[in-house]
């Protein structure tokens, strides 16, 4: 590796003095790195000293760090005036405008000024780095630095192999993330990288189900909160980030990848976006918003009305027998009888499947049938999902037994999958592709995405609690009741499930 990294002289220079060049200015100071910050605008450089020495102050008022290593670190961020000052730089990172040939301009600059074993980093999210470093002569030296917003906070970093990158460049960047305390993971220069493009799944397929009316959106997100384990709902989370930010990525994405139908984005989103509904920032977004505080809708309160018995379909077995313990739990009478008995609710526990597919396969009466999605959860939240001819008696007494002990239940409109099937399968859909595709290696792709995003798991270790077998049938099974291609099987999810092995286990050379 030309550059000791762990050198207490080592010297980065950060181009641009925006929210993510303070960021990684700051981690970099508290490593003991010494900084040299430039903006374009002046005084810019000077002022983002002064708000990570304010911050750094902040700190120490909470007691998180010491008086003399913030004066210390504030200490070793040195503004400059120009690009030449960037000189002596053993690593320098670009943070600038999403803009290409911005970037790229900026580099032939950075190579001209320099040294031979100088580093040059890109903090790009969007832009292939491949692109950028062939501005210069030595695209060797060039490699993708992916910080997320906050800095500080957000505790990995994507390391960006582009298609000429030198292995002691990424190795050294790697190496100087770990230094500044971060997590680092190494990714091939792909469209989104890891975390932008295994964040497709989760609200791309949200927004499918928003699209196809299945449910409300806070209903959606009650269900993927409560039963799926995230911090927030996906709608929720396009309101914090705003769709005049996160719409773009979407397309972004789906047009580098020609038109992939796993990243398809969605209509509802661009008419949003159009008129102005961007979330939290406008007021409104998929929420309303008074004085800054998200108003969501109430969940309706469980009816009184109990089914007289229920029958529970054997046509899955295990999901079967857990529905049934939760009957019994709930005070349900069970129907044990080899088919319905009149008047008896009747529950189908499909897989990747609607509620009137499950009907028609097993000559049940649709009127009186109910699915529920009996992935684990039950204890979080319960999804009940009516055929279009359920009646208001039967769809009531299903709610009523399954929200009977206080546990939110939603009943929703018959769609292949539920929301909660389609939305943790397209999850680990993309995540086993992204591992086909060798964009990083299965460890790196869970660890990103558990860091960068804030899943209860990775995509590769949810795909295995939740049982590779499953999420191919799920999948599977929403291929045929839609037609659409978005939902074929990725290669490395079919393989994996058909000899039952770990999704996180790696191709052998």
């Not at 320099?114 to 969007?126: K, R």
């Not at 695209?139 to 002691?168: C, I, Q, S």
């Not at 990714?187 to 949200?206: L, M, S």
Request: include cysteine; hydrophobic fraction near 45%; proline fraction near 7%.
């Amino acid at each position: 590796m030309p550059i000791d990294i762990h050198s207490p002289t080592l010297t980065l220079g950060i181009a641009g003095a925006g929210a993510m060049g303070r960021g990684i200015a700051q981690i970099a100071a508290q490593a003991g790195i010494r900084v040299l910050l430039f903006d374009l605008a002046p005084g810019a450089a000077a002022a983002a000293r002064e708000t990570i020495a304010a911050t750094l102050s902040g700190l120490v008022a909470k007691g998180k760090l010491a008086a003399a290593d913030a004066e210390a670190a504030a200490a070793r961020i040195e503004p400059v005036a120009s690009l030449e000052a960037f000189a002596p730089c053993h690593v320098v990172v670009e943070a600038i405008v999403e803009k290409l040939e911005v970037k790229r301009e900026l580099f032939r600059q950075l190579e001209a000024i320099a040294g031979p074993e100088c580093l040059l980093a890109s903090n790009t999210s969007s832009l292939s780095v491949t692109d950028i470093a062939a501005a210069c002569r030595r695209p060797d030296r060039v490699a993708g630095f992916h910080f997320f917003n906050p800095v500080p906070l957000m505790k990995v970093v994507e390391v960006v192999d582009a298609l000429l990158t030198a292995p002691w460049a990424v190795e050294a960047l790697a190496a100087l993330a770990r230094r500044m305390g971060h997590v680092p993971v190494r990714a091939k220069d792909t469209p989104g990288f890891i975390v932008n493009h295994a964040g497709r799944g989760y609200v791309t397929e949200a927004l499918r189900l928003a699209g196809e009316n299945v449910a409300e959106v806070h209903v959606i997100d009650a269900i993927l909160r409560g039963a799926g384990g995230f911090r927030m709902g996906p709608f929720e989370l396009l309101d914090l980030t705003g769709l005049d930010v996160s719409h773009p990525v979407m397309e972004s994405i789906y047009r580098q990848y020609y038109e992939e139908p796993r990243y398809r984005p969605s209509a509802l989103a661009a008419q949003r976006l159009a008129g102005g509904l961007l979330g939290r920032k406008s007021g409104r977004g998929f929420y309303h918003y008074e004085d800054g505080r998200q108003q969501i809708p109430a969940l309706p309160p469980a009816p009184a009305a109990r089914p007289h018995r229920v029958w529970v379909s054997d046509a899955r077995p295990a999901f079967a027998a857990a529905v049934r313990e939760l009957v019994g739990r709930l005070g349900g009478r069970l129907d044990e009888s080899q088919s319905p008995q009149d008047g008896a609710l009747i529950l189908v526990t499909p897989l990747g499947e609607d509620a009137s597919t499950c009907a028609a396969r097993e000559g049940l009466d649709a009127s009186r049938t109910i699915a529920i999605d009996a992935l684990p959860g039950l204890d979080r939240h319960r999804t009940l999902m009516a055929t279009p001819l359920t009646s208001a008696a039967m769809r009531e007494a299903a709610h009523g037994l399954f929200a009977g002990d206080g546990v939110p239940a939603s009943l929703i409109r018959d769609s292949a999958g539920c929301v909660m099937q389609r939305v943790l399968a397209h999850i680990v859909n993309i995540g086993c592709d992204i591992a086909q595709q060798n964009i990083a290696s299965p460890e790196d792709i869970d660890r990103a995405v558990s860091l960068g995003l804030g899943y209860p798991k990775g995509p590769l270790a949810l795909g295995d609690a939740l049982g590779a077998r499953t999420v191919l049938a799920i999948l599977e099974n929403l291929q045929a009741c839609s037609g659409d291609p978005r939902y074929r099987p990725s290669p490395w999810l079919r393989r994996r499930a058909l000899l039952g092995a770990s999704l996180l286990t790696p191709e052998t050379e």
